[in-house]
């Protein structure tokens, strides 16, 4: 009988610290052993700052652990870089695709940087444009591929040579839901050809499922690690869902569960609350916020498990709430009124005859596949891009006449961080209270409002762009409300957030949009979307169906092991208007 064989990747009590430039020392990895076994798939998962992105470089040879073991094929990583950087391959957070290349160009550079040629090179890319259906596109340039198709470009590059090793981070963080599906099935193919061993980074707690081994990080310290089905069984009998009274939008109910010291995690789901008690806790209690709301259990799952794991390593509290100075009065009526806005760059057409309102006081989400136009839209709702044609009114202000006006009701949170990474946290907001029109004792006032309402006291004098991810979003966000706006655009704000920082941050939204804010949100997480009292899907430019997240998820297709969800619905609803309309979208096509 032979002897299995040893593993691909093998870590023994690695550690790593870096130093600011504050002059402080933070701990990167602490004590982190596991290791990955031939033809395996391994998740590294844990919040911003857990280490994952750190133990992926130190594999790569592209840094050195400061204590520890690290062998990749055998090799000691911190001996032989070059000899294990010449079977592995890495697609970084963001790869360095050349946008002013095409895709057949791209994919040509990175097969002369490995050396492969001749009838080797044919044959992977035959296989390359089979397994990415980016064949119809080898002309095209790679900046004007989709998100989605950008990631499959990146991910081509990287298997150009067939490494023994792969290793992705994040590579699905801000890909919508369709792309994400098929990059997915990129990489089990992979993996069940047998010939690669996968190591991958996310944030996607459902992706962390679909692997054969989980490695759970936090604050560099490994929590825990095993098949995924071992941390969900952390969970057994601790999770149930109950529906909210009366109609009520969920994200009311599991505020108050949030609240609650008997509640690990709370999330909306198909219309009801999945939410995960502390041990010992009877799940259908008669008391506090579910007093009179019946209750059902639920099969545990890997996030609940996570949740587990990361409050009780974190000892975070649950809630994040927003406190604003004076809530926003409105009697009704609409916020924003879109009619037939359209616009082109060049004989592009990004925004199609788009058709929609939202209410004062309404949360609305816009969902649609990269590219599908969400971003364009929200720069012309904010008055950051001309309109082509199409009627825009902001606050009962028309958009396209009295734009600076319009922008004082204002607060916008951009897709990609969007603050000065080299001014302080305080620095930057004192910088836009200023551009906000805030001034002496105001605008201290404000920066103070912001730095007590978003925890960023203990990060005052920290460069932005030295500030772990979900504090980010936070600072982006804080400096979006100094002017306190009546409405508020989020544009992806939870892209590449950990579960636990998506959490606070929709907590904040929620405690915001009970205050009279009216909130207009993109979001490539589909259960975020439950969120939302009402729900736009885009595709091409256009509005493919318009509803309550009920209403939405009617489009999905009927399931006998589960309740249809919404990313059921948001794959039905753009998989089949894609069928039935081409893909270009040209001026008169």
């Known amino acids: 009988m032979s002897s299995p064989a040893p593993p691909v990747l093998e870590a023994e009590s690695l550690c790593k610290q870096f130093r600011r430039k504050t002059g402080e020392s933070v701990t990167a990895l602490n004590d982190v052993s596991f290791s990955a076994e031939k033809g395996s798939l391994t998740a590294l998962v844990g919040p911003d700052g857990a280490g994952k992105t750190t133990l992926i470089r130190l594999a790569c040879g592209l840094m050195v652990a400061d204590a520890g073991e690290l062998k990749v094929l055998g090799m000691d990583v911190a001996r032989h870089p070059q000899s294990v950087q010449d079977r592995i391959s890495y697609m970084p957070q963001r790869f360095g695709l050349y946008d002013d290349l095409s895709v057949q160009e791209n994919l040509d550079l990175y097969a002369d940087l490995h050396g492969v040629t001749g009838a080797a090179r044919r044959e992977q890319y035959a296989r390359l444009m089979e397994m990415t259906a980016l064949g119809p596109f080898v002309r095209r340039l790679a900046g004007q591929l989709s998100g989605g198709m950008k990631q499959k470009l990146g991910l081509a590059c990287a298997l150009v040579r067939s490494p023994d090793l792969l290793l992705l981070d994040e590579p699905t963080a801000g890909v919508d839901p369709l792309s994400r599906h098929e990059l997915w099935e990129i990489i089990l193919r992979l993996v069940k050809e047998g010939a690669t061993t996968v190591l991958i980074s996310t944030s996607y707690l459902d992706e962390a499922e679909r692997c054969d081994h989980a490695v759970v990080l936090h604050d560099g310290t490994v929590l825990a690690k095993g098949a995924p089905a071992e941390v969900s069984h952390l969970a057994a009998h601790r999770v149930f869902t109950a529906e909210p009274p009366n109609g009520q939008p969920p994200r009311g109910l599991q505020a108050r569960l949030l609240d609650s010291t008997a509640i690990v995690d709370a999330v909306p789901e198909a219309g009801k609350v999945r939410f995960t008690t502390v041990e010992g806790a009877n799940g259908a209690q008669e008391s506090g916020p579910l007093q009179g709301i019946p209750v059902s259990p639920a099969s545990p799952r890997f996030e609940d498990g996570f949740m587990i794991l990361l409050r009780q390593a974190a000892s975070h509290a649950a809630s994040a709430m927003v406190a604003l100075e004076r809530p926003v009065a409105h009697s009704g009526g609409v916020a924003i009124e879109v009619r037939d806005l359209v616009r082109m760059f060049g004989k592009f057409v990004a925004v199609d005859h788009v058709n929609f309102s939202v209410q004062r006081g309404e949360l609305f989400g816009l969902l649609g596949p990269n590219g599908a136009g969400k971003t364009t839209t929200f ?15 902001i606050a009962g202000t028309d958009l396209r006449t009295a734009r600076a006006s319009a ?3 204002i607060g916008y949170v951009a897709q990609k961080f969007s603050l000065y990474g080299q001014l302080s946290v305080a620095e930057n907001l004192s910088f836009f209270a200023s551009a906000y029109g805030l001034s002496g004792e105001g605008r201290e006032a404000r920066v103070a409002w912001a730095m007590e309402q978003f925890d960023l006291r203990q990060f005052r004098e920290l460069p932005a762009a030295q500030l772990p991810g979900g504090f980010k979003q936070r ?14 655009f989020l544009d992806e704000p939870t892209s590449g957030a950990d579960p636990l920082a998506r959490r606070d941050f929709w907590r904040r939204i929620t405690a915001l949009a009970e205050n009279g804010v009216t909130v207009v949100i993109t979001t490539h997480f589909m259960e975020e979307a439950e969120y939302c009292d009402r729900i736009a899907v885009l595709d091409q430019g256009r509005v493919l169906a318009e509803g309550t997240p009920g209403e939405i998820r009617g489009y999905a297709p009927s399931r006998k092991d589960r309740e249809p969800r919404m990313e059921d619905a948001f794959l039905a609803i753009v998989q089949e208007a894609r069928r039935s309309r081409p893909v270009q979208r040209q001026a008169g096509a």
């Open 379 to 393: 720069r012309m709702l904010c008055g950051l891009l001309p309109v082509t044609s199409g009627t825009l009114r």
């Open 475 to 488: 600072l982006a966000m804080s400096a979006a409300l100094l002017h306190q706006p009546q409405i508020l």
């Open 407 to 409: 922008r004082e009701h």
